[in-house]
């Protein structure tokens, strides 16, 4: 269903909402001269066509932003039109779904209880969204809201003719409604065999939501943390009746994405309410909003890289939507063609898919927007149309990535601040030595092959039986690299005894102590802006991984890039390769590929380079288990496919694509 998009930004709101908005939101849209000419722009047929000839067959638009289904009807009317037009050029349409606002200026039109739907404050008074005091947040507990939520979906799919939606700010902040107070005490109940044994309550009748901290490293209250729990599963169950109603009306057809704000900062459970873990089957596409926009930057290298992993570990599509920034810190779109063809890279190497979310935004010059500007379009043309004739290369793929980092939602949860830096440490090292790697959990291992070294970054909060998994994994042969410390604490934060051997020692364990300079690390900013040296291991993290890595070894003779392995639906095996500096081109650069020693003949006779630049693959050799692959004038990206598996076969070189 969500193979093989090109999708852009139509535009999210609805005329009305920029009128109410005036001009001083932070959003790069808001109130101006130019909204009205822009919006027509939008729904014009040329535009459409445009759109269809770039080869976008996917967009989001405006559709329900929360004023309600009578104040938004005559917008909504522009969109059923749009979807027609859209249509018939072969574009679906996904239409704007705000799931935390409540515009009670107009809602309450239709719902007098509108005040029982909103969340409240520990104070008891209306939560609203971004401090605009006229958008009420909504309470995820409030059936009347979740009613309303299926009227509106079911009129985007029956009148609207949407095929699906994008849900926004889909995520759930503390709410200290009656009704929620409730539902804890419930949840608990339920859950708790013994809250005397969890709480130190013999009962817990009485019990009350804890006060919120933006601000908390870890968690120590045991109820604080079971809160923890609690609204995840909330978000979680809304997202799933909400995959279930949209699925069910739509015999399946119709497309769920959510932007759930996600990743962006550390103890995304406690500010958001959402982790992926919780509902992975209830997304087909997960917006990645945040300000990871791949950059070298003076601190480090950003990318978007760990969304898209959470996105393969989680069977979702990712739509990066990340921001740019100038240096006065105001979004910019990018500017250049490099700019442009690394975020696509990125996004096919990572993610197989590709897109923009920034060609149709306002020029602010009457109806002008990105697309007019030749050059920009030129280049995105290129890349959407080399990834139509190509997406066999980038979809329906699996990953074949020798390292498995550990993926531990509870810890997450839990270790907050330390468990996430732990995890990025891991993850910044592997992507600046451009070592591929894929996420795991440990209740499934299905894409783990046999011998992959599996990375435990900071793992506190764990369970016993959880150990005796990791245990399991070590007693199969797999190599182990613990990073920072690990099982301090069971999954209800009660400390182990100091110095008990959790883990016995063995040669396939390696131990890695990580220290972090905390200073470094700004909790606003989202990871990728920080510095890359944010921890500090005793021994080179990267020398280590190649000292374990027991499968395919990648090694390139120019440092920086990055790199990603996949196997294509046929078996081929393909490895991306991206240049982050691509202001300049690499002119001659060496692959090479080391494969396990099994005694036989090489495993591969052919190989061929993809790319939407003009790089070229010059020659390759097999020197023993080493394959050396000489790659000529590479910009941003290239593809390596081989195949083939008797070497007497006529070795393909060339160009392609
Ligand atoms: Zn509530």
């Known amino acids: 269903m969500t193979d093989g998009i090109v999708w852009a ?223 995840r599963q909330l978000t979680a169950s809304v997202h799933e009746d909400l995959f279930g109603y949209v699925k069910r009306l739509s015999e399946d057809r119709a497309i769920v994405a959510h932007n759930p704000a996600f990743p962006r900062h550390y103890g995304h459970v406690n500010r958001i309410g959402y982790e992926p873990a919780c509902s992975p089957d209830a997304v087909d596409i997960v917006f990645a909003e945040n300000d990871g926009f791949i950059e070298m930057t003076e601190q480090g290298m950003k990318t978007q890289i760990e969304a898209y992993k959470y996105g393969q570990l989680f069977g979702y599509q990712v739509f990066n939507s990340s921001w740019l920034k100038d240096g006065q810190g105001n979004i910019r779109v990018p500017e250049t063609s490099e700019e442009i063809c690394l975020f696509e890279a990125e996004a096919l190497a990572f993610g197989g898919i590709c897109g923009s979310p920034w060609l149709m935004r306002p020029l602010k010059n009457g109806s002008r927007c990105v697309m007019d500007r030749a050059d920009h379009t030129k280049t995105l043309a290129d890349i959407f149309a080399y990834f139509s004739e190509h997406s066999a290369l980038y979809t329906n793929v699996r990953r074949t990535n020798p390292v498995k980092v550990l993926y531990h939602p509870d810890n997450l949860m839990l270790a907050v601040k330390q468990g996430y830096l732990s995890l990025l440490a891991v993850v910044q090292s592997l992507v600046l030595k451009g070592t591929p790697f894929s996420y795991c959990m440990l209740d499934d291992m299905r894409e783990v092959g046999d011998s992959d070294l599996i990375v435990l970054p900071g793992i506190d909060y764990i369970s016993d039986a959880e150990v005796a998994a990791v245990r399991a994994l070590s007693d199969k042969g797999h190599p182990l690299l613990v990073v920072g410390s690990f099982a301090a604490y069971n999954e209800c934060g009660v400390e182990r005894e100091p110095g008990s051997p959790v883990l016995e020692e063995r040669d396939s364990i390696v131990r890695l102590p990580c220290r972090f300079d905390a200073a470094k690390y700004d909790p606003r900013k989202h990871f990728s802006a920080m510095s890359a040296n944010i921890a500090h291991f005793d021994r080179s993290f990267a020398e280590v991984v190649g000292e374990m890595v027991s499968g395919v070894r990648i090694s390139f003779s120019q440092p920086g890039l990055l790199c990603e392995t996949a196997s294509d639906a046929k078996g081929h095996y393909l490895v991306h390769v991206i240049n982050p500096g691509n202001t300049e081109t690499i002119d001659s650069l060496t692959v090479s590929l080391t494969f396990p020693l099994d005694g036989g003949q090489p495993p591969y006779a052919h190989c061929e380079l993809y790319s939407f630049e003009l790089a070229e693959l010059k020659g390759f050799e097999w020197i023993d288990n080493r394959l050396e692959i000489d790659v000529r004038s590479l910009k941003t990206f290239c593809t390596l496919k081989l195949y083939g598996s008797s070497v007497k076969e006529t070795a393909a070189i060339g160009a392609k694509g």
């Open 9 to 231: 930004f139509w535009g999210h709101e609805p005329l009305h909402h920029y009128r109410r908005m005036g001009s001083g939101a932070a959003s790069i849209f808001k109130n101006g001269k130019w909204i009205e000419p822009w919006y027509e722009r939008l729904h014009a047929e040329d535009t459409i066509r445009q759109a269809a000839e770039l080869k976008i067959n996917l967009v989001y638009t405006h559709f329900f932003k929360g004023f309600g289904l009578r104040a938004e009807k005559e917008q909504m009317e522009r969109t059923r039109e749009l979807v027609q037009l859209a249509h018939r050029y072969g574009i679906k349409v996904l239409g704007y779904c705000q799931l935390n606002s409540l515009h009670y200026e107009t809602l309450l039109d239709e719902a007098d209880d509108l005040e029982d739907w909103a969340g409240r404050n520990a104070d008891g008074g209306i939560d609203c969204w971004g401090g605009a005091y006229y958008r009420w947040v909504p309470c995820f507990n409030s059936d009347a809201f979740k009613r309303y939520m299926r009227k509106v979906i079911a009129y985007g799919l029956r009148h609207i003719g949407l095929d699906g939606f994008h849900f926004d700010n889909s995520y759930n902040k503390p709410c200290y409604c009656d009704r929620c107070q409730h539902a804890f005490r419930r949840y608990l109940a339920d859950r708790l065999h013994d809250p005397e044994r969890t709480l130190g309550l013999r009962h817990v009748s009485h019990v009350r939501i804890p006060a919120f901290s933006g601000a908390v490293e870890a968690i120590s209250d045991p109820l604080y943390g079971q809160w923890l729990h609690y609204r």
